[in-house]
């Protein structure tokens, strides 16, 4: 047993390693096809056009990640049924998944196109100085690539799940590469902004949809799914345990990524293309650190649910750790550097300001730590409370960071963000982190045989309770560790 469970926890330590050397390696190329990629497009569209391929671009988060919660579930569910050996549960867990998002995908297409024409998006993107029909255009695009890269995400989760992570990595650099190629032709050619839209979140969305049809059929053929006919029983009872991940997941991205809007909303597009200058500085470094950290919470998950709690409890201090302090002196740099950097890449009419640097290099630090912490608390499901203050950050940033955007200008929004992250978040993140750490296992010691003396972990037996039986359970059998 002992030789067994430190052979999975050095399998576990290679494999996050592994994905966190891959995650640097591909985020340094995709920063760096993503700094060619917003040169040209600035050299090549005027300061409003930038803005609202920018915003564009910058809001598709906010659709590929409007999942209902079932990417993250799957993050969740598919290492515990690995960790069971339950094959079934395994084929069962994407192929809800998956189907289940590709109808979402086609609903937010429909509705989205539909909006192109219902909504006064010039104004909202303050471009009224723009064509209005070359805006809903971009927007259009915005919505198709958005609809369908909902269940693009399946193959990067599938591949996080099984401990590949290293392997999406490299998906996600091919589709940085191909977006400055299309990026390239678009400004070689001089085409229309919608054209920019579709280089820069089309193609990570056919890459996208290419990778999870590799990761199913090639990668892991067990996976692959029977039909993507959605069984109504079983899609209900997915989108009922992933409720809770679908709220954290939408007022996360709400509240990290509104803020290129409220600029373009008050201080107009030209102001938004500044702040977005500057906020994918600091973008690159947090995104680094973030998927380079992300396997920890498959591999959490998978240690939980085979009951290695010292592995879990050893190597999340050890990851926050480190996240942390190389977050902030990376941050540090940036802000020496920052406007310098800027001048560079995009030219002097979009540097940014000192202070704007300052603020972004704070909630850089501060976020990542906070979604870094939160790995734990995903990995067991325990996500509650922080779905409920996640609802409540939401608005409570949005209100910050307008009335800070018309106080302070540019820095406005990053102060109003830092401020509901402080207030509403954190606070459940440690305390729950704690009370989970001390709930998931109590030290045994090993009384016989060549270990005697040694400690070990296990999860406690808990009972189910009744509300958490589900449709989904009888197709899923499993034995409540982790849970």
């Known amino acids: 047993m002992e030789d067994t469970a430190a052979r999975l926890g050095k399998q576990r330590d290679a494999a996050v390693l592994k994905a966190a050397g891959a995650a640097v390696a591909s985020r340094l190329l ?6 060619l990629t917003l040169a040209i497009a600035a050299r090549s569209l005027s300061a409003a056009q930038l803005g609202v391929v920018a915003v564009l671009t910058t809001l598709v988060v ?3 990640f409007g999942d209902f919660g079932l990417g993250t579930l799957l993050m969740t569910r598919l290492p515990a049924a690995n960790a069971r050996g339950d094959d079934e549960g395994k084929k069962t867990v994407v192929e809800v998944t998956l189907s289940t998002l590709c109808v979402t995908g086609l609903l937010v297409v429909a509705a989205g196109g539909a909006s192109a024409y219902l909504l006064p998006w010039p104004a909202l993107l303050g471009a009224k100085g723009l064509d209005a029909s070359g805006v809903r255009l971009a927007v259009l695009v ?3 690539c958005g609809g369908l890269s909902i269940p693009a995400t399946v193959g990067a989760r599938v591949y996080a799940a099984m401990q590949r992570s290293a392997v999406l990595h490299v998906w996600n650099a091919v589709a940085g590469v191909l977006t400055l190629i299309t990026t390239t032709f678009c400004a070689v050619f001089g085409t229309a902004a919608w054209t920019y839209v579709f280089a820069l979140a089309g193609v990570p969305m056919l890459v996208g949809l290419l990778e999870t049809y590799w990761a199913l059929t090639r990668a892991f053929p067990e996976l692959r799914p029977r039909t993507l006919l959605v069984r109504p029983a079983l899609a209900v009872a997915f989108l009922r345990s992933g409720a809770l991940f679908a709220v954290l997941t939408i007022s996360t991205v709400i509240s990290y990524n509104i803020d290129s809007l ?3 909303s008050v201080l107009g597009a030209s102001a938004a293309a500044v702040f977005t200058v500057a906020s994918r500085i600091f973008v690159l470094v947090g ?6 950290g992300q396997q920890m919470w498959s591999s959490l998950a998978d240690a939980i649910g085979r009951g290695d709690i010292a592995w879990a409890r050893s190597r999340y201090r050890r990851a926050l750790v480190a996240s942390t302090s190389v977050n902030g002196v990376v ?3 940036l802000v020496v550097i920052g406007r310098w950097l800027s001048r560079f890449w995009v030219g002097g009419g979009l540097v940014p300001p000192l202070s704007l640097l300052i603020v972004l290099a704070i909630y850089t630090v501060y976020s990542t730590t906070v979604i870094q912490a939160s790995y734990l608390l995903a990995a067991i499901e325990k996500v509650k409370a922080l779905a409920i203050a996640g609802m409540i950050m939401a608005p409570v940033n949005l209100v910050l960071s307008v009335l800070l955007t018309r106080r302070y200008g540019l820095t406005g929004p990053v102060l109003g963000s830092i401020i509901a992250l402080a207030v509403v978040l954190t606070g459940p993140v440690v305390w729950l982190t704690w009370r989970q750490f001390a709930a998931l296992g109590q030290p045994v010691t090993i009384t016989g045989g060549p270990a005697a003396g040694r400690h070990r972990y296990r999860a406690p037996k808990r009972r189910r309770r009744r509300r958490d039986v589900s449709p989904l359970w ?7 560790a982790g849970r």
Do not use: E, N, W
């Open 262 to 264: 409220v600029v373009s």
């Open 30 to 35: 995709t920063s760096l096809t993503a700094v």
């Open 474 to 480: 009888r197709f899923i059998p499993t034995d409540g």
């Open 331 to 333: 941050c540090l740099v």
């Open 62 to 64: 906010f659709l590929g």
């Open 287 to 292: 995104g680094t650190l973030s998927l380079a």
């Open 142 to 144: 915005f919505f198709g």
